[in-house]
């Protein structure tokens, strides 16, 4: 958890200016923005820490909330999907803008 | 003040336990904690929106416009400005943790101070990208 959030304290200044540069622009920008190897890099690389610090930090909320085993056990398993399912998804996007 | 726990596979499960909340006085600092894991999980839900946007644009232009029309709604701006004090509070919150990780800012005047540029600093931040972006488009 600590190395993650040391990671994105980092990593949110980069996503920030990342969306900032995305402000305004129409469709065919965005697209064009998002072929540049820095900002996809940047973005997956933020997306990729974020799932990690999610799964752990769901993770310690359902240590906190959920104590009967099997809610807990299924809890953890669909944590795991969702933030798993994030992280394909957007790194799928990313590498089909960029390899387009 | 640590609870016996074990999970399903029967590894003990150390974890620690709220204090009694009755004898707590209000406070800043732990409106700011409680704070701080409710836009965590807040943000959870949220990162649909950023993988929603960026498939959208991979898929193409009629799926951009979809999205971009959502967005742009009131109820998709409203929506975005919550995410947006979410992030920033959360991570001006984890700047705090990080600080209290090196061992400094344990002394009730730190703490209050912390808790304050958190609560402030977040909106402070949240209202300059609102600025920021109406500005760009």
């Known amino acids: 958890m600590r190395i993650t959030s040391s990671m994105l304290l980092v990593l949110s200044i980069a996503f920030v200016a990342v969306i900032m540069s995305l402000l305004g622009k129409d469709y065919a920008a965005v697209r064009a923005e998002l072929r540049h190897p820095l ?8 997306i990729l820490a974020c799932i990690y610090h999610m799964k752990l930090g769901m993770q310690s909320i359902i240590d906190d909330y959920v104590h009967h085993a099997h809610l807990k056990e299924w809890s953890l398993i669909a944590n795991f999907v969702f933030c798993l399912s994030i992280g394909l998804a957007s790194v799928y996007a990313l590498l089909r803008l960029s390899l387009a | 003040m ?18 009694h909340l009755q004898v707590y006085r209000p406070m800043l600092t732990m409106a700011m904690s409680i704070a701080h894991r409710i836009t965590g999980a807040a943000l959870y839900v949220g990162m649909l929106l950023l993988a929603w946007f960026l498939v959208a644009v991979s898929a193409g232009r009629g799926a951009y416009d979809g999205a971009a029309y959502c967005l742009n709604s009131i109820p998709g701006k409203g929506v975005l400005f919550a995410f947006t004090w979410a992030f920033f509070h959360h991570f001006l919150g984890g700047i705090r943790h990080v600080i209290w990780d090196t061992g400094h800012g344990f002394e009730p005047k730190e703490r209050e101070f912390l808790a304050h540029a958190t609560l402030y600093g977040g909106i402070a ?7 920021v972006a109406y500005l760009f488009s």
């Open chain 1, 39 to 46: 900002p996809v890099i940047l973005l997956a690389f933020f």
């Open chain 2, 2 to 19: 640590t609870r016996l726990e074990t999970d399903a596979r029967g590894t003990e499960k150390r974890r620690p336990l709220s204090p």
């Open chain 2, 125 to 131: 931040l949240t209202a300059a990208a609102w600025v």
